[in-house]
């Protein structure tokens, strides 16, 4: 269903296509997600940002189209194959 932010008189709109998973959550209950998210109707893009519990509103985030998640998954592969786990480094 598209949606519109809270309070907001753009012409922005956005699609949960599909939720696929929550990565973290902050104190304050706000969600960090993977999820296809169609923005304004277009075509449907991998999409990890911040959400509020009703998803009415949306911190700063990051979509990749197909091409760029598929390079994503191979250099995320290629560094856990040769390193230690993140968990825990600086």
Sequence with gaps: MQQK???SDSDF????????????TTPRGWTKELNL???NGGRS???IRLWSEDHQKMGKGITLV???ADILYA????????EAPMRGQR
Excluded: A, C, Q
Aim: proline share 3%.
């Design 75 to 82: 250099l995320l592969t290629n560094m856990r194959n040769k």
């Design 45 to 47: 893009k991998l999409d």
């Design 5 to 7: 932010p809270n309070g």
């Design 66 to 68: 197909r091409e760029e």
């Design 13 to 24: 709109s956005f699609d949960i296509k599909r939720h696929i998973g929550v990565l973290s």
């Design 37 to 39: 998210v169609s923005y």
